[in-house]
């Protein structure tokens, strides 16, 4: 059976990953910072790995715990909104920049360099869950704007692991999972968790459909970058 890693698999998109995965029957490899969290991801028959992503330490601890294994898909899913009304208006302060930049884009980077020599025997798929609202074509308001500048850097990151990783077999994506139903998105969000999630397995088992270096949403429609 296949294997899968969720990083940021705690609640919201990432646990959905895991519950589907695992009910396909899948091997999956599931990150949390919580104890509950941990026993709630046990038990639903994930082996469990402490990540808080902006711990470096944290992340090399991910590496040896990984080490030898055969990943068909990483997915890097952690990720925080974080000021929710940050505009052109309304720059954030210091911390609140750290908290979202730090989280979103400078664990991306740090995971990336572990996660590709993983997946590469088994020519897998390194996902990074970004945003639409991180696509600087379809840009057309300025509210979230700490977010969406974290999440149009996340998609150049996806772009620099493209260049360096598809020779050597390794696809990689950047994938929009719409607006969801999770703490993040919030109840009035368009998206039921299990059907993004659905839509966003089918894309990463279709490498012919959805080939590296490409930006999709869970229905599998290109996003201009
Ligand atoms: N929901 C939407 O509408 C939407 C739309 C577009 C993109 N996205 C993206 O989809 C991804 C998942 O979002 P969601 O809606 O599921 O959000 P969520 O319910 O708020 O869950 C966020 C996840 O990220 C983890 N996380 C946050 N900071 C972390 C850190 N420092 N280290 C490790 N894990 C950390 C959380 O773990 P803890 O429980 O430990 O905090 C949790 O598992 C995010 O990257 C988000 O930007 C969501």
Do not use: C
Not at 166 to 194: F, I, K, Q, Y
């Amino acid at each position: 059976m296949p294997t899968a890693l969720i990083l940021g698999a705690s609640r919201g998109i990432g646990l959905e990953f895991v519950r589907q995965y695992r009910e396909a029957g899948w091997t999956v490899f599931a990150t949390f910072r919580g104890e509950d969290d941990r026993v709630r991801l046990r038990d639903l028959g994930a082996h469990t790995l402490k990540l808080d992503v902006q711990r470096v330490e944290d992340i090399a601890g991910i590496g040896w715990q990984l080490d030898g294994e055969r990943l068909d898909v990483a997915v890097v899913n952690a990720g925080v909104y974080g000021l929710r009304t940050s505009s052109v208006q309304s720059p954030p302060t210091d911390e609140q920049f750290d908290l979202v930049m730090r989280t979103n884009v400078l664990g991306a980077m740090r995971l990336m360099p572990l996660l590709a020599p993983l997946l590469a025997p088994a020519q897998g798929t390194l996902a990074f869950v970004s945003s639409k609202m991180g696509s600087i074509a379809e840009a057309q308001a300025s509210y979230g704007m700490l977010y969406r500048v974290s999440k149009a850097a996340v998609n150049m990151v996806a772009k620099m692991a493209h260049s360096d990783y598809s020779p050597m077999g390794v696809r990689v994506l950047s994938l929009h999972p719409g607006w969801v139903r999770t703490d993040m998105g919030g109840p009035n969000a368009e998206v039921a968790v299990g059907d993004s999630v659905a839509g966003l397995r089918t894309v990463l088992a279709d490498r012919a459909a959805f080939p590296s270096g490409g930006f999709f949403d869970w229905r599998g429609q290109p996003i201009a970058w």
